[in-house]
Structure formats: structure tokens, C-alpha cells
């Protein structure tokens, strides 16, 4: 199989890595959670519908040779989110995209991740352009966007019916 | 995970490999047509995403597993046909042998071919307890080739859904050793 980024990448606190199918209760449980799924297409409530999420995630990593990693908190083993590059098909460009799981917030996880997974994206992958893609009113997510030196480029189309900004990230910002 | 059956299968007309993202349009050629999605669940899916989603879940699947649905090429004119494959996905009834055809490929016995060569390569690698088939109870030409196949209707299940019946099909294993 291909890949063209780390397949485990560390940070002070986190491990990034693949996620397998022994994931499945812990990210059933982050992703049945309202507020944590808001911005990222909703609640996912059915077993079978988050095994088929790890599934794409995972094909997304064949078709691509990379995708969005699994989050885990080094200091307990507990998995706290996803945080990778995602660009699926029609996609306009590849994004930095993260999720963290509600008791993990505000501890600067995705900050920390994110900029690891940006310096893999601007360095492994050579990617000329990053973004992330942030609803108007998502104020965590923007202010990450902001820690991470990332330019508002202003609203996209691409989801219709919701005000979501597009943010440029700086490769001179992740090396 | 590593592949537990062989990645390719060679039959005598057929060759099943991975999918790759190049495969997009044929897939979207099946699984856009109503024909072919009518015992599906009924929802053509025609978005490039859906197809995407549809390819990814797939590819994940043999990650997940060590198998999954090939596709299936016509070794003559090296078309994709078709998906044909193991599916397992969490809470599944039991390891189900699956097939589907564009309808260009029907009735020309490819069903049977491929989903035989799969059938031994489950047994062989993966010594199954219980190989089924979910089939509508409308789609005689599955049922036909689950037949044909060897195996035998068990009874009805739900599991799609109350208005999405589907008869359990065992197969014989020993029919596939």
C-alpha cells in the first residue's frame, strides 16, 4: 500500500496513528456525541455506520496514501480525536481537519496535533496548498485556525446552505 | 492488516483485483444504474462523492478485515464489470459471499464464475464456519446463482430493514474445498 506520510507521527503529548478496528467503541462514543459531531456532518449513532466511518477513513489512506489519524492521548492510551489530512474526491483542496472528543477540549490538543500533521503535509506530502474548513460558527475551530497562523480566505460554497470559511495555512508556519 | 486471501483471483474470464480511485467512473457506471441498485437498497448512488465514499468504505474494509469485495475485470476487454467479494462489516449476520454486475455483464454465468473463485478462497484461507448470501426476495437472478452455487435458503431476515427483506442463502462449504 502506499503511503506518503508518516504512518504514526508523535508530539509532546499525542500519538497520531492509524486506526483499527479496536477503535470502534471509543469513537462510537465520540461520535454519537452532538456537539463534538455539529460541525463535522452530524451524530453517527449505529454501530455498523462508525465501522464504516474507520472504514472510509482507512480507503481514504489507500486511495490517497494518506488520511486523517487517530488521536491518542499519550499519558492514558485514551483515544481524544481524529486529526489528519482529508481530501476526498471533489474536495477543492487537501484540509487539515480535526476533531476532539468533548473532555478533551481546550487542552490544546488540536492545536498541537494539527501542527504536527502540517508540517507532514507542507514536508512528506509537498503539499503546495493546505486549508481547513470552519463554520462561521465554529469559535474553537477558528481560534485554532488562528493559533496555527492560518489566513481567512472568507466563505465557500462548497457546503451549501452554511457559512464556512475557508483558512490558508502558512507553510512558513510549520517548519 | 495484512491481506488473509490472495489480493488478485484469476478465473477463466474474469480477473478480480483491488479498486483503485481510477476505478471511479466504471463504479459510477453500476451503482448509478437503477437496474443494477433495485435489490440494493434501491438508491442509485450518481455524486462523485457518494462514489467516493462507496470506493473508500470498500478499500477500508479489506484493511479492516484481510478481505473484501474485488472488482471484477473482464480479462477480454479489461472493463470492470462488477463487485464481487467478502463483507463483513461490524454486526453483519455472518461472513457474506456478495455480488453484483453492471448489466452489460449479466447473464453470462460471470456471477457464478467469480463468486465461486471467491468461495474457495474463503474456505481455503480463511475456514469459515457459515458462507451466506443476503438476496432480496424478488431477484430471482441472484437467487439463481446462489443456487447454482450450492446453496441452500435458509429463511428471511430484517436486517436491512423491515421494508428491505432478505433471504439468508447458506452455502456449502464443502462445494467450495
Redesign the interface.
Known amino acids: 500500500m502506499k503511503t506518503l506520510v508518516p504512518a504514526t507521527i508523535e508530539t509532546e503529548r499525542l500519538r497520531l496513528r492509524h486506526y ?2 479496536d477503535d ?1 467503541d471509543a469513537l462510537a462514543e465520540m461520535l454519537a456525541d452532538a456537539e463534538v459531531t455539529r460541525f463535522v456532518g452530524g451524530q453517527v449513532t449505529k ?2 455506520d ?3 466511518f ?11 496514501g494518506y488520511c486523517p489519524y487517530a488521536v491518542v492521548e499519550k499519558s492514558t492510551g485514551r483515544l481524544v480525536g481524529r486529526i489528519g489530512l482529508l481530501h ?3 474536495w477543492p483542496d487537501i484540509e487539515i481537519a480535526w476533531t476532539l472528543h468533548k473532555p478533551y477540549w481546550g487542552m490544546g490538543y488540536a492545536s498541537e496535533a494539527a501542527k504536527a500533521v502540517g508540517r507532514v503535509g507542507f514536508g512528506d506530502l509537498k503539499a503546495r496548498r493546505l486549508i481547513s474548513f470552519i463554520n462561521a460558527e465554529n469559535t474553537p475551530s477558528i481560534r485554532v485556525a488562528e493559533r496555527l497562523g492560518a489566513m481567512r480566505e472568507g466563505p465557500t460554497d462548497f457546503f451549501p446552505g452554511e457559512t464556512v470559511y475557508v483558512y490558508r495555512h502558512e507553510p512558513a508556519r510549520f517548519h | ?1 495484512k491481506p488473509l486471501v490472495p489480493e488478485t483471483i484469476e478465473t477463466e474470464r474474469l480477473r478480480l483485483r483491488q479498486y ?2 481510477e476505478d ?1 467512473d466504471a463504479v459510477a457506471r453500476m451503482v448509478g444504474d437503477p437496474e443494477v441498485m433495485k435489490f440494493l437498497g434501491g438508491q442509485t448512488q450518481t455524486k ?2 457518494e ?3 462507496s ?11 484481510g478481505y473484501g469485495s474485488y472488482g471484477v475485470e473482464e480479462k477480454a476487454s479489461g472493463k470492470l464489470v462488477g463487485r464481487i467479494g467478502l463483507l463483513n ?4 449476520p455472518d461472513l457474506e459471499l456478495a455480488w453484483t454486475l453492471e448489466r452489460t455483464a449479466w447473464g453470462k454465468g460471470y456471477a457464478t464464475e467469480a463468486a465461486g473463485a471467491v468461495g474457495r478462497a474463503a474456505v481455503a484461507h480463511l475456514k469459515p464456519e457459515r458462507l451466506i448470501s443476503l438476496i432480496h426476495p424478488d431477484n430471482r437472478a441472484s437467487q439463481r446463482v446462489a443456487e447454482r452455487l450450492g446453496a441452500t435458503r435458509e429463511r428471511t431476515t430484517d436486517f436491512f430493514g423491515a421494508d428491505n427483506p432478505a433471504f439468508i442463502y447458506r452455502h456449502d462449504l464443502a462445494r467450495f474445498r
Open positions: 483499527t478496528h470502534l454501530r455498523i462508525v465501522w464504516a474507520i472504514a472510509r477513513t482507512l480507503g481514504h489512506w489507500v486511495m490517497r476526498p474526491e471533489t | 492488516m483503485t480511485i471511479t462523485s462523492w462514489i467516493w465514499r470506493l473508500a468504505a470498500t478499500l477500508g474494509h479489506w484493511v479492516m478485515r462489516p461490524v454486526g453483519w
